[in-house]
């Protein structure tokens, strides 16, 4: 038995010990139990294979199932994302995260909330599906738009991008930049085919933009990783910013967006100067932009 036919036979093991046999919706049959947990033939029955099949797996002999038997397997187990992984890496068959059925409210967790707000000198957000902005700090606020005040369906970067006088008048490239926020909600629109929101969404924007209508038909993808922009503002004067895209494990759904700039140049004096005016003003209350889309 290779090391990690046996790993995989000892997570399984350890895995159906730890299931409380009364939260399966299994009938109870009357027998006692000596070891806590399921046994291996509830396990087969949870993911519907035979108590063989399941039996050679759990005693790592070569067997490598299907995604399908793969996750039943899993639920049945009642593991959760990390433990999923660590399955698929064991077996050699990736499995869908459950985080993959989407909530209908997307929430960005208080921890966060705060880490944005440390970051007093640069402007960073967090979006979730469908590029909807879910979070920003005071410079982003000052910097792009004060998205935390504006209606619930309104705090989305696509349409922001494509439907604001605001973000022409701010974004130098700002072709470029739209046709890349196009590009990527095209992306998560083929990540979440049956988000009923997203369909929504990309309606209202063929709609009322024909600039969004020719980038739609295109069909070009576009995941934004880093890259630049180059703005015009009324305080910060003109600046090309860097950015950097950092997803988050704990909500995959979720990516946060940090703005940057090189040390000294006009941009980042700019930027220093903006940064001084956000701490000079009162600042608004950060309100709860939790979206139900």
């Not at 939260?23 to 993911?47: F, K, S, Y």
């Not at 929504?200 to 709609?207: F, H, I, K």
């Not at 880093?226 to 950092?246: C, D, N, Q």
Request: no cysteine; proline share 6%; net charge neutral.
């Amino acid at each position: 038995m290779s090391d990690r036919n046996l790993e995989l036979a000892d997570f399984l093991r350890h895995a159906r010990a730890s299931v409380d046999p009364s939260r399966t919706g299994l009938p109870a049959d009357g027998r006692v139990r000596r070891v806590p947990g399921l046994r291996r033939e509830e396990v087969a029955l949870l993911a519907s294979v035979s108590t063989d099949y399941y039996t050679r797996l759990e005693q790592g002999r070569r067997i490598v199932p299907s995604g399908a038997v793969l996750d039943a397997i899993a639920r049945a187990l009642q593991l959760d994302d990390a433990a999923r992984t660590h399955l698929g890496h064991l077996v050699g068959t990736p499995l869908p995260s459950t985080s993959s059925r989407v909530p209908s409210v997307q929430r960005v967790r208080p921890g966060l909330h705060q880490f944005l707000e440390s970051l007093d000198r640069l402007p960073a957000f967090i979006t979730g599906r469908r590029t909807d902005i879910l979070a920003s700090n005071r410079m982003a606020r000052a910097l792009l738009a004060d998205f935390e005040n504006l209606p619930h369906r309104e705090r989305n970067y696509a349409r922001w991008m494509l439907l604001s006088d605001e973000a022409r008048t701010l974004f130098v490239d700002w072709d470029v930049q739209a046709r890349a926020a196009v590009e990527s909600l095209r992306l998560d629109a083929g990540n979440n085919p049956d988000d009923r929101a997203t369909a929504e969404l990309v309606e209202e924007l063929t709609e009322l933009s024909p600039d969004f209508r020719r980038w739609w038909q295109e069909h070009r993808v576009f995941q934004r990783t880093h890259g630049t922009k180059r703005l015009r503002h009324p305080i910060a004067g003109e600046l090309t910013i860097s950015y950097e895209s950092l997803s988050l494990p704990g909500d995959p759904d979720q990516t946060l967006f940090v703005y940057t700039t090189e040390p000294g140049t006009t941009a980042r004096q700019g930027l220093d100067l903006l940064a001084s005016w956000v701490t000079s003003e009162k600042p608004p209350a950060v309100r709860d932009s939790s979206t139900p889309r």
